[in-house]
């Protein structure tokens, strides 16, 4: 997992686990990001988690994100 602190925002990504090892590894990384935020002062963290992976949901259901439906990423290409 990626954890990005910019001293202002706390960002998640990539969160990733061998199948064989889903054992509670990913609610243990995200607990971790979330205290190593908690002491840099952030009050609120976001995850970016893909529309169409589903299996990816309910890992951050359960350790408490919700999508937000008024948001969407925008992105450019720079070549």
Do not use: C
Not at 2 to 26: K, M, S
Not at 40 to 53: E, P, T
Request: glycine share 8%; proline share 4%; charged share 20%.
């Amino acid at each position: 997992m990626i954890a990005g602190w910019d001293g202002w925002r706390a960002h998640l990504y990539r969160l990733a686990v061998a199948p064989a090892r889903r054992q509670g590894v990913g609610t243990v990384l995200i607990w971790a990001a979330e205290e190593r935020f908690a002491k840099f002062g952030a009050f609120r963290a976001d995850a970016m988690v893909l529309h169409d992976n589903v299996l990816a949901h309910h890992a951050w259901s359960a350790a408490g994100y919700a999508p937000q439906p008024q948001w969407s990423r925008w992105v450019k290409a720079l070549s």
